[in-house]
T-cell receptor, first 116, second 111 residues
Framework: DVKVTQSSRYLVKRTGEKVFLECVQDMDHENMFWYRQDPGLGLRLIYFSYDVKMKEKGDIPEGYSVSREKKERFSLILESASTNQTSMYLC???????????????FGPGTRLTVL | AQKITQTQPGMFVQEKEAVTLDCTYDTSDPSYGLFWYKQPSSGEMIFLIYQGSYDQQNATEGRYSLNFQKARKSANLVISASQLGDSAMYFCAMTINQFYFGTGTSLTVIP
């Protein structure tokens, strides 16, 4: 079974802190994704990566950066956390690039971040 | 622009009854995929079912079926014989070159 793990289930940080959210997958997937989930807004793509050291902006990259130094690990970084970044963050991975085909994404359990 | 719409923020269903969760989509691309995911209170997104835009028959996976009406651009999820464990958020998603998610429907199964 594919396993995607995230470093924390719950995280509380203060405004202005630098925050690292870590994601690890164990199935040698090429592609990794970071989403933000807010009530009434669904999942919104922040960043994704198709290969090591490669990254692409999603729909809402402002205020975030990412790092992918190893194939299995994809980190989301909040350079200076703000209260409007309080949210649920979901990491996902997939074997191939996103196409109309049936290859699904596999999700981690999520990190609920609160910025005070 | 790609868009997925789920118009039912919350739904209730009696245990053992069937329920339909609505999803409409908007794209001009002829090739796309449609997914449904379940998100229990634990937070993890669980893949339920997939339908390709060129698939002639509706997809089925156990108690889940996808009612695909291409001309109407709808991809409704039907859950037969609801169980208490079906209580969760349900997300519809469309894929072309990335995943586009709807806002979700919260389903509550009543004993």
């Amino acid at each position: 079974d594919v396993k995607v793990t995230q470093s924390s289930r719950y995280l509380v940080k203060r405004t202005g802190e630098k925050v690292f959210l870590e994601c690890v997958q164990d199935m040698d997937h090429e592609n990794m994704f970071w989403y933000r989930q807010d009530p009434g807004l669904g999942l919104r793509l922040i960043y994704f990566s198709y290969d090591v050291k490669m990254k692409e902006k999603g729909d809402i990259p402002e205020g975030y950066s990412v790092s992918r130094e190893k194939k299995e690990r994809f980190s989301l970084i909040l350079e200076s956390a703000s209260t409007n970044q309080t949210s649920m963050y979901l990491c996902a991975s997939s074997y191939s690039q996103i196409t109309p085909g049936p290859d699904t994404q596999y999700f981690g359990p999520g990190t609920r971040l609160t910025v005070l | 622009a790609q868009k997925i719409t789920q118009t039912q923020p919350g739904m209730f269903v009696q245990e053992k009854e069937a329920v339909t969760l609505d999803c409409t989509y908007d794209t001009s691309d002829p090739s796309y995929g449609l997914f449904w995911y379940k998100q229990p209170s634990s937070g993890e997104m669980i893949f339920l079912i997939y339908q390709g835009s060129y698939d002639q028959q509706n997809a089925t996976e156990g108690r889940y079926s996808l009612n695909f009406q291409k001309a109407r651009k709808s991809a409704n999820l039907v859950i037969s014989a609801s169980q208490l464990g079906d209580s969760a958020m349900y997300f519809c998603a469309m894929t072309i070159n990335q995943f586009y998610f709807g806002t979700g429907t919260s389903l509550t199964v009543i004993p």
